[in-house]
């Protein structure tokens, strides 16, 4: 799939209703509801925004993850989009996913665009409501992520999340639930990505799949 394919595809798609993650949380050993239980307890998440962003690399259109450093924290060591909580002089949260992007990641892509949100992700253990947005680039430009907050960033080819088995499952203990569960998972490259990226990553798959 081309680029300009891509964008033809998500600038569609994400003007109509969403898919959600009823078909990937289906495969989980936990369900939609939980989650909404999880959040209706919550009444005050903190409000988060992270950035899809596609750009080509090496002739085919790419997507940037990150690995997170190991610390003492619930995030630790997991693959993430880059993104952060919203901060008093953010105007939006769009304005968030920007600034927290360009923060962790040093870059400055040319000819960004923000195509649209995918559904909002709500994190039990970090108590975070997440707007996931989608961006297209024309070029993702020079890198210096910032070593706090980014162990490595991670240059994924668009193919590799179309193919028809990088969903993958295996047992893990999910806190939300307090026990272990059969649990789905994006193996890209190598990299496990699981939870709330795995269920952006699902939403937006099932998206450019059409």
Known sequence: MTLDAVHERLATALRGPLPGHAAFLSRSGYSRADLDSAQR???????SAVLALLYPA???????LMRRPEYAGVHS?????????????DADLQATALREFQEETGAVPRDLRVLGALT?????????????????????????PDPREVQALL??????LL??????????????LGREAEIPYFDLGGQVVWGATAMMLAELRELLHG
């Open 120 to 144: 909002q992700v709500y994190i039990p253990p970090s108590r975070s409501l997440v707007t996931p947005f989608v961006g297209l680039a024309g070029e993702l430009g020079p890198t210096r």
């Open 155 to 160: 240059e994924v080819p668009l193919a590799e």
């Open 163 to 176: 193919r028809p088995d990088v969903i993958r499952q295996r047992r893990q203990h999910i806190q939300v």
């Open 41 to 47: 307890a919550d009444t005050a998440p903190r409000e």
């Open 77 to 89: 060591g997991q693959v993430s989009f880059p993104g952060g909580r919203r901060e008093p002089q």
């Open 58 to 64: 090496l002739g085919e259109p790419h997507l940037l």
